[in-house]
């Protein structure tokens, strides 16, 4: 087996764990946040959770394997790390990228709920004021 294979059964192995990992942490933690978002509904709360997984994994795992090819044949064990360490490091770049991206939108959902629940006045409305018909006001 040559170096460009080792690469790229490395790369594979190395992706898909940090894919899986980062997956199994972000809905293990982001089920309280869900629920929070999603004013207390568990069951819509995992429901959502289990939906961001899965394109989490859609997403990034496409991603790794439209990634996979090197440029230029692995010559030698110090551009097998080269290659490995570029590879490597843009996945972990755009699995922080999605991971925030997620939060942000999520931020907002929750944001707008507490917003929503903030506008409500204490005491309902109980009537209208009439105008004076002197003063127009």
Do not use: C
């Amino acid at each position: 087996m040559d170096l460009t294979v080792t690469t790229y059964v490395t790369y594979l192995v190395i992706s898909v764990g940090l894919t899986v990992w980062v997956a199994r942490t972000l809905s293990r933690n982001g089920r309280v946040f869900l629920a929070d978002v999603l004013k207390g509904n568990e069951q819509l709360a995992e429901a959502v959770n289990h939906l961001l997984v899965v394109g989490f994994y859609l997403v990034n795992l496409g991603f790794v394997a439209l990634y996979l090819k090197a440029a230029d044949a692995v010559a030698d064990t110090r551009r097998l790390v080269e290659a490995l360490s570029v590879k490597l490091g843009v996945v972990l770049l755009v699995l922080g990228a999605l991971h925030l991206t997620n939060v942000f939108v999520l931020n907002k959902i929750r944001r707008r709920g507490v917003m929503e629940r903030e506008q409500l006045p204490p005491v309902a409305p109980q009537g209208w004021t009439e105008t004076s018909p002197a003063t127009g006001v």
